[in-house]
């Protein structure tokens, strides 16, 4: 009952866009659902799991505090160049800006972006550990949050009426919809390379949006993909829909009155470390492919388990951003 209970919970936050502090209140009401009010847990359990379960399927990646870059390791052949090799560095390869929470003095730009410096030789990690525990946050300037695709790819195979929609034939095509147009021909239909009939063509998409229905409290820039192969209704359910990732519109700052960080509001100007991840994880998805396994036959069946390409058939922004 009180898994029940906490599963609903979470599909009504996602929904309503529930803040925490809203959240709070609905589930100590949600109490009396249960039979036995000692096992019903506290809303601070509730949210240890929820951030236990998103901890293994959320990268956190800094980012250039003017979007210009990623500060990343590209893992696939096609990005195995120095110039996409940039976990390590200290400054944006673009703009020159810092990385590092740290004076204005040590800054190229000397932006009012950094918090106090580290003493010499003091290592870095113990550093943030210590910005962990007494600030709560870390020592990037800015990060976004990544969620790899290949896990909602495989998630889409665990959908018995989804699986029966995902052929990429065009024989039931409608007319005006994205299947019957001459690009999904001419990059899906007539590609050698997605010759598989479940291999998958992706619809990327990215806006600006507030993370709550109080659109004053806090937003970002999200991307978000659906299968193109998917009828419009059923691609554009939440459960087809992935959140690919989380561009906070947010930076750090030192506040020199108060003598601590504070967080400045700073609407991303492009998603280009959006689009250098996610092309990263794409492109093995394509080349090579991903081992699948498609759910909705049985065990032993052939072509249960397979391999899937992916590739993304297009990209549409809502705002007047780069990308």
Known sequence: MVVEVFVRMLDWMGVHKATWASAAG???????????AEDFPVFATVKRLLIEYMNGRVEVIPICVNNCMAFYNCKS????????QTEDDD???HCGEDRWCRPDVHAPTGMNRKVQFRPEGFPCYSRCCILKIRFKIGCF?????YLPTKPFVHDLFKQPDVVAHMSNSTADAVPGSIKASRGFASKITNNPVMSGRRDIALVAQSDGVPYFKDKSVRSGTICTMRNAS??????????????????????????????RPKQIHHNP???APIVTVLCDELYTGYVHGWPMIDYSMPEGAPGREFICRVLLLFWFALHHSRL
């Open 230 to 259: 998917l009828p419009e209704g059923m691609g554009k359910q939440n459960r087809n829909t992935h959140l690919v990732a989380v561009q906070p519109s947010v930076y750090l700052s030192w506040d020199h009155v108060k003598n």
């Open 77 to 84: 052949e096609g990005y195995a160049g120095d110039e996409w």
């Open 141 to 145: 300037i800015q990060v976004m949050y």
């Open 26 to 36: 609905v589930w100590e009401m949600l109490h009396v659902l249960v039979p036995r």
């Open 269 to 271: 100007k492009n998603q």
């Open 91 to 93: 400054f944006c390869a």
